[in-house]
């Protein structure tokens, strides 16, 4: 009945699956922002070179939604987890390509040993702890949403005087695209 009911939320809610635990530092919900420290943990992640976070974030998802059907060593079949997380590294131009780092969270049951990737361009992560700024929001996002979404945390964090790594940051997704309403998405800056 569980695995029926985790199924069901996978694709309805985004309700029963697992998500890395982080502790709330501080929720500066005024300030626009709460801040989480997130502990070393493992994640399947992918990267993809190109000039939209869309298509990149999506290339990313199919490869890696592979790996959790079983496109590993031990063709076995993962459980999907949320958030998606997108960790985008900006290029030195207004024109160049960004790198985008797309990733799944390993659920616990395999964070000791993941299946190792069967595809070359998956790779598993072992994510350091880090402390991020996260703003939220809801509704279905797009290219400009997220970078107006970044623009506001870049603003409050700035009136905050808080210091960030400004050579990367992250989008974070925790719904299925089935999801109609209730829908979740957040920034993440990492916090120096």
């Not at 964070?111 to 350091?128: G, L, T, Y």
Request: glycine content about 6%; hydrophobic content about 30%; overall charge neutral.
């Amino acid at each position: 009945m569980t695995q029926v009911l985790k199924a069901l939320g996978s694709v309805v809610t985004s309700t029963f699956l697992d998500k890395p635990e982080y502790n709330a530092v501080k929720s500066e919900k005024d300030k626009g922002y709460e801040e989480r420290h997130y502990k070393q943990e493992k994640w399947v992640s992918t990267k993809v070179v190109g000039m939209l976070h869309e298509k990149a974030r999506s290339t990313g998802f199919r490869r890696l939604f592979n790996y959790i059907q079983g496109t590993n060593e031990k063709g076995m079949k993962i459980d999907m987890t949320t958030p998606v997380t997108t960790k985008i590294e900006p290029g030195a131009g207004p024109n160049c390509e960004s790198t985008f780092t797309v990733s799944f969270y390993i659920p616990p049951t395999h964070q000791e040993a993941p299946p190792k990737p069967s595809d070359p361009e998956v790779f598993i992560e072992d994510r350091q702890a880090m402390t991020v700024l996260v703003r939220q929001f809801g509704g279905f996002a797009n290219e400009e949403t997220w970078l107006k979404e970044a623009e506001e945390l870049t603003k409050k964090v700035q009136e905050n005087k808080e210091k960030v790594n400004e050579g990367c940051w992250y989008t974070a997704g925790y719904n299925s695209p089935y999801q109609m309403f209730g829908r979740a998405n957040e920034i993440w800056f990492i916090k120096e």
